[in-house]
Every structure is written in C-alpha cells, then in structure tokens.
C-alpha cells in the first residue's frame, strides 16, 4: 500500500479548505452540524450542492465529461475528508451517487441529456423504489407489476421504505414486467415522475419522530416506454449497475474521528463523584477500544483507496467496511448518550430544525445525541443489511 502523499495533494487540501472558508454560508453550517443521519435537511443540502456545482466540484466521481472533476481517487477522498471536517451537510445521494453514476453506465444518450444536468444542479431530487413489503433482501421477489399499454407501461404495487420520496419529483423504480421465469429476468428499470395521477405517498415516522422514509402506492400509473433504462425484463443487470455505487467506495472513518473527538470535548466537561469524566479509567477504555477499531478502518479504507488508485477492483473490502463503519457507528452514537448521561435524554427535535429560533435546554452539544444514536439504529439494515454483507464475505473471501 502506497500512503505517500504528493506535495501537488497537500497543495489540492489547502485549495479545498479555502473553497470552504469562503463559500459555506452559516446556515449550510449550521444545518451540517445538527444533522443526525445520512441524510441532511432537503433545502440546505441542495443549497450546498449547488454552491459546489458551480464550482463544478457537485459530483467529483462522474466521468469528466459528463460533469466530473477528473480528480485521482486520493484527490476525491482528500475532498470528501474537508466535507466531513467541516461538517458540511452530507449531499443527498439519489442522484448524484446512485442515479448518476447509473445513467452514466447504461442509459440513453437522450437520457443522459435530459437527466444529468438536472442531477448536478440539485434541480431533480431522486428517490431510490426498490424495495418493497416482502422484497428487501430478497429484492428480485418484487412484485409491483407494469403491464404494457401502447407507448406506456401501466403500474399497480407499492414500494416501502422509499427514502425522502415525499421531498422527490423523480424516482427510479424496479417493476416486474414478467411473471414466468426466473424472478431476475422479468425485471425492469423505470424512471418516473412522483406527481403522476395514481401515486400516493405516506411518509414513515421514525424512532427519532422524523418521517425520512415512506411508502408508495402505485394504482394505474401510466410511466413512458421511453422512461426505460436498459432493456425491458433486464432491469436487474442495471440494478445490480446501481448498487455497486450504492455500495461502494463509501468512506466511515473520517466522520467517525470527527466524532470521537466531539466525545472527548464533552467528557472533559462532565463531573463525576470522582472527578472528570475524560479520567475515568472505565470510560477511557471504552474511547480507547472505539479509537483502535476506527483506526483500523481508517487502514482498510486506505487500502482500498490504495487498490482504486491503481485500477484494482477491492472485492469483498467494500463489504468489510460497511459492517466495521456501521457498527462503530452505532457504538460511538451509544458512547455519546453514555458521556452525557441525563442531559442527552432531553428529548426536543423542533430545536433541530434549520433556522428554528427556540432556545436549547441544556448544553448544545447534546441537542443531537440522541436523535443520532435511534437514526442509526437503521444503518445495518439500508444498503444490502449487515447479514447480507457477511454472506457476501463468506461466499467471495471464505469460500463458504
Ligand atoms: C433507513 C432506511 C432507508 C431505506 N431507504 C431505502 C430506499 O430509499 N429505497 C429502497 O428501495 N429501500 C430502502 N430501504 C430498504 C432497505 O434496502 C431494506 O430494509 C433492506 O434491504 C432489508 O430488507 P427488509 O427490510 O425487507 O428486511 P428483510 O430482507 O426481510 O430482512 C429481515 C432480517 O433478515 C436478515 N436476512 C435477510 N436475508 C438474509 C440472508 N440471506 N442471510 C442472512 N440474513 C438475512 C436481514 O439481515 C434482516 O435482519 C431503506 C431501509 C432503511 C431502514
């Protein structure tokens, strides 16, 4: 593994760093900050894109000539480091990591016409419909069926859990368009749009009182043929396209360090009967535990950018650190409520709402803390659940 960092790269952190100074405006901070999942509030998050589009630094992993920076992938995870740093609203990845990417690969050049731009400039906000009541894991059992009729396809079923679909104008949707057969071949890749007649959305409360995710129903509604991605019944050769962005090359450890370090300005400022929380020997080999195993991630996710770089596949990596990063995270999110003892149990989500002017009770630093750790009880099942991912492991590394 190769951990040199070239002068040209340090030079290429400064240059991210001052973009940052000079163009988050206090609100996009603000909302970065009381951010407690993986996806931000819809407004600042696309304000923040499209500051960054302008730049034209929206989408630095996009082929170059299609809006891409044409960075190296240490350029790309130096940038993404800044992001995390600066606590920046994470961009909401539909779209830009999965849609994107997606269309990139396999659509139409018309297609990439009409969609990418729109992409970039955050004018589209996509949901991802896969999933369904019944075909989560199992994704290929889904049933929601489009039955041709002219130059359309008419849709009847539902998706569920359906992320930020009641904030979305666009969604790209898996629908079964055969019956016979084996379940991966009848299935098709539909782009539509979410105000057409016969969709219905009910937004799903979660633990932290947040409605993020919903389900659709589809009661005839009529998609064009044109809509198609790839070719009817092979829709699951570009699903499979898509979840390798999904999946793929996501970075934990730097917004886990972030985070470990907030955890120690708060110990520092708790009293116990015996002293400072930071010099509680129990305490600190909790942190000690946390900040080997982030340490360790931190390796295996340079190792990967390491394999990227010189134009290797990672394998069955990408599969080890969505299980390591989602469960640090969880342990760090359960760390801080434990550093905070009572104050993280004040349970008041309005005052996380961006431009929200009630005064905080209690210190600011846990406002987030417990909306964090119940939003990330969810992060070892979206994604392909961590089960999954260990199946993965054990078929491609272990043989099993
Ligand atoms: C917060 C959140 C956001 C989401 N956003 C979206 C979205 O935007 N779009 C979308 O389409 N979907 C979305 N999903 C759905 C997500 O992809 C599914 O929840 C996930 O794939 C699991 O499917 P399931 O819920 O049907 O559980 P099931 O597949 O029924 O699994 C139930 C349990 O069985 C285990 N299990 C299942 N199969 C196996 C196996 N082969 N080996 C071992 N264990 C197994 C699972 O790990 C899990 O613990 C989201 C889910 C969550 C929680």
Not at 242 to 271: C, D, N, W
Not at 333 to 353: D, F, K, N, S, Y
Not at 365 to 370: D, E, F, P, S
Request: with cysteine; glycine share 8%.
């Amino acid at each position: 593994m190769d951990l040199q960092v070239p002068e040209q790269e340090a030079s290429f952190r400064d240059e991210v760093r001052t973009f940052l100074e000079e163009n988050l405006t206090d609100e996009i901070r603000e909302a970065g900050k009381m951010v407690t999942s993986v996806f931000s509030p819809v407004k600042e998050a696309m304000d923040w894109q499209r500051i960054l589009n302008d730049k034209g630094w929206a989408a630095p992993h996009w082929p170059k000539e299609f809006g891409g920076t044409g960075w190296s992938v240490t350029q790309r995870a130096i940038f993404a480091e800044e992001l995390v740093r600066a606590e920046t609203p994470p961009l909401i990845p539909m779209g830009l990591h999965m849609c994107g990417p997606c269309l990139i690969g396999c659509g139409t050049e018309e297609q990439q016409k009409e969609y990418l731009p729109k992409i970039l400039n955050g004018d589209d906000l996509w949901c991802q419909g896969y999933s369904e009541p019944g075909s989560g894991s199992d994704l290929a059992s889904l049933k929601t069926f489009a039955e041709k009729d002219g130059d359309d396809y008419i849709i009847n079923g539902t998706k569920i859990w359906t992320t930020y679909a009641h904030h979305a104008n666009k969604m790209f949707a898996l629908v079964r368009t055969r019956k016979d057969g084996k379940p991966q071949q009848g299935i098709t890749f539909l782009l539509l749009d979410m105000d057409l007649p016969g969709i219905s959305i009910e937004p799903i409360v979660g633990l932290d009182e947040v409605p993020e995710q919903c389900q659709v129903f589809f009661d005839n509604v009529r998609v064009p043929q044109k809509n198609r991605v790839g070719e009817e019944n092979d829709g699951w050769t570009v699903a499979k396209y898509l979840l390798t962005f999904e999946r793929g090359g996501q970075e934990y450890a730097p917004s886990l360090h972030v985070q470990l370090e907030k955890i120690k300005v708060m110990a520092s400022r708790q009293q116990t009967v015996f002293g400072s929380l930071q010099d509680d020997p129990v305490w600190q080999y909790k942190l000690a535990q946390l900040e080997a195993d982030v340490l360790a991630l931190e390796f295996t996710e340079m190792r990967i950018k390491s394999a990227l770089s010189a134009g290797k596949d990672p394998g069955a990596l990408s599969s080890m650190t969505k299980i390591l990063g989602t469960e640090l995270l969880q342990a760090i999110t359960e760390l801080r409520i434990e550093t905070l003892g009572a104050q993280a149990t004040i349970w008041q989500p309005q005052a996380l709402v961006p431009g929200d002017e009630q005064p905080i009770i209690g210190p600011e630093c846990a406002l987030t803390a417990m909306p964090y750790y119940l939003n990330s009880r969810a992060c070892s099942i979206y994604g392909g659940s961590n089960e999954v991912q260990r199946g993965i492991i054990a078929k491609a590394v272990l043989g099993l």
